[in-house]
């Protein structure tokens, strides 16, 4: 196996950073996960933009233009050999002294390796369980930092309760998932968080409001509280390592049952369509 540092493409063994990277001191970078699809990365331009929004949201400069690094990531695809499966790409700020003061003079480190694939036919299928827990998170969650406490903590809550994904709720607001966004369907309608510092507007996420609204689907992006979770028809979560996850239980702060609806059936038709 092979990881990306850099410039260079080397096996895992060699694969070195330093201990005074800003990222092991204050999870000060950004990543991306990228999927690849018989061969190809998908929606590969989507991931980069976002990658270098969040640089620029975080005054960080990506020491590569976007063409560089796409071509660095295809030759990865090539080296591995990969057909199905997933990149990590992840920059952080760069090693320094210790000190929350960065000076804009590191260079910012790139690493980047394959992820497998999970197995995800059953829970594409039958749905999944998701725990509805408060979003403890900072306020730019439109940023995709690799600072992901809040995240994986739920994710841990979630998991103890038998649940796959934890769904984050702030004030009067269903957010997102720990590492996924959130759809409910009501009337043959869609409704999902509006994309603000307050979510991660999903590649993912993107692609389906703009197949559903092609579906002649109407589509609300408008925050709702959580007790809108408990009346609603359908829901699903999506993200680059889920697609489209249809939820059959709603635990924790709502508690509710749903079955795996129509809308739902055709959205995840009308994405594999795209995929493939
Ligand atoms: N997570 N919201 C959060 C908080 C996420 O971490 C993710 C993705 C998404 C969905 O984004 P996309 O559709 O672009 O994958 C939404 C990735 C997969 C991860 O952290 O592994």
């Known amino acids: 196996n092979h990881?990306?540092?850099?410039?260079?493409?080397?096996?895992?063994?060699?694969?070195?950073?330093?201990?005074?990277?800003?990222?092991?001191?204050?999870?000060?970078?950004?990543?991306?996960?990228?999927?690849?699809?018989?061969?190809?990365?998908?929606?590969?331009?989507?991931?980069?933009?976002?990658?270098?929004a969040s640089a620029e949201k975080l005054d960080m400069r990506i020491p590569y233009q976007k063409e560089?690094?796409?071509?660095?990531?295809?030759?990865?695809?090539?080296?591995?050999?990969?057909?199905?499966?997933?990149?990590?790409?992840?920059?952080?700020?760069?090693a320094g002294a210790r000190n929350h003061l960065y000076t804009r003079e590191e260079t910012?480190?790139?690493?980047?390796?394959?992820?497998?694939?999970?197995?995800?036919?059953?829970?594409?299928?039958?749905?999944?369980?998701?725990?509805?827990t408060p979003d403890i998170r900072w306020l730019r969650c439109d940023i995709k930092t690799i600072n992901l406490l809040g995240n994986v903590l739920a994710k841990r809550k979630a998991s103890d309760h038998d649940c796959a994904e934890a769904v984050l709720y702030r004030d009067e607001a269903v957010t997102e998932g720990s590492s996924?966004?959130?759809?409910?369907?009501?009337?043959?309608?869609?409704y999902t968080h509006p994309a603000n510092?307050?979510?991660?507007?999903?590649?993912t996420r993107q692609e389906i409001i703009s197949i559903a609204k092609n579906m002649g689907i109407d589509v609300v992006e408008e925050p709702f509280p959580k007790e809108v979770l408990a009346h609603a028809e359908e829901a699903f979560i999506t993200s680059t390592s889920i697609e489209i996850t249809p939820v059959h239980t709603f635990k924790g702060d709502v508690v509710a049952t749903l079955s795996v609806g129509p809308v739902t059936r055709k959205l995840q038709q009308a994405l594999a369509e795209h995929i493939h």
Not at 9 to 33: C, K, L, M, W
Request: without cysteine.
């Open 180 to 190: 996924s966004n959130l759809f409910l369907v009501n009337n043959e309608t869609l």
């Open 3 to 52: 990881i990306i540092v850099n410039d260079s493409i080397v096996p895992e063994t060699e694969a070195h950073v330093s201990y005074n990277d800003r990222g092991y001191h204050f999870g000060d970078g950004i990543y991306e996960v990228i999927r690849i699809y018989e061969g190809s990365y998908f929606a590969l331009d989507a991931h980069l933009d976002r990658l270098y």
């Open 68 to 94: 560089t690094l796409a071509a660095r990531l295809n030759d990865y695809k090539n080296t591995e050999k990969i057909e199905n499966g997933s990149v990590y790409v992840q920059f952080t700020r760069g």
């Open 197 to 203: 510092n307050l979510i991660l507007n999903g590649i």
């Open 108 to 132: 910012p480190v790139l690493t980047g390796f394959a992820l497998p694939d999970k197995p995800m036919q059953a829970s594409q299928e039958k749905g999944v369980s998701v725990y509805v």
